[in-house]
Nanobody
C-alpha cells in the first residue's frame, strides 16, 4: 500500500522560509511525477510545483523565484519556500502520480499547514 506523508509546515513571519518534505512508502514505480499543491481557505486546490522522475520542474507563476522543488532521493521530495508572503498561507499537499504499464495511479498526503503572518 502506497502512503504519502508531508512534514515541515508551521507558522512563520512574512519574508521567512520553510522547507516542506514529502516521503513515499510502499511500492513506487520509476515512471512518476511528484507535485505540491496548496489550498487556502475558501479557494480551490492549486498546483504549486511539480518535478518529473527525470528532474524536469514546473512552477505556478505566483511562486516562481521563491519556491524550489527537489528530489532528495527516489522516495523523498522537498519544497523550499523562501520570501514567504501572507498569501502563501494554505494547507500544502504532496501528490504522487506513478504509472504501472499503461495505468496512472494517484496518491495524496494528509496535508501540512503553512501560516504566514504579516
Amino acid at each position: 500500500q502506497v502512503q504519502v506523508m508531508e512534514s515541515g509546515g508551521g507558522l512563520v513571519q512574512a519574508g521567512g522560509s520553510l522547507r516542506l518534505s514529502c516521503a513515499v512508502s510502499g511500492i513506487l514505480y520509476s515512471d512518476n511525477v511528484r507535485d505540491w499543491y496548496r489550498q487556502a481557505p475558501g479557494k480551490q486546490r492549486e498546483l504549486v510545483a511539480s518535478i518529473t522522475n527525470s528532474g524536469t520542474t514546473n512552477y505556478a507563476d505566483s511562486v516562481k523565484g521563491r519556491f524550489t522543488i527537489s528530489r532528495d532521493s527516489a522516495r523523498n521530495m522537498s519544497l523550499q519556500i523562501d520570501s514567504l508572503k501572507p498569501e502563501d498561507t494554505a494547507v500544502y499537499y504532496c501528490h504522487l502520480r506513478h504509472r504501472f504499464r499503461s495505468t496512472w495511479y494517484d496518491y495524496w498526503g494528509q496535508g501540512t499547514q503553512v501560516t504566514v503572518s504579516s
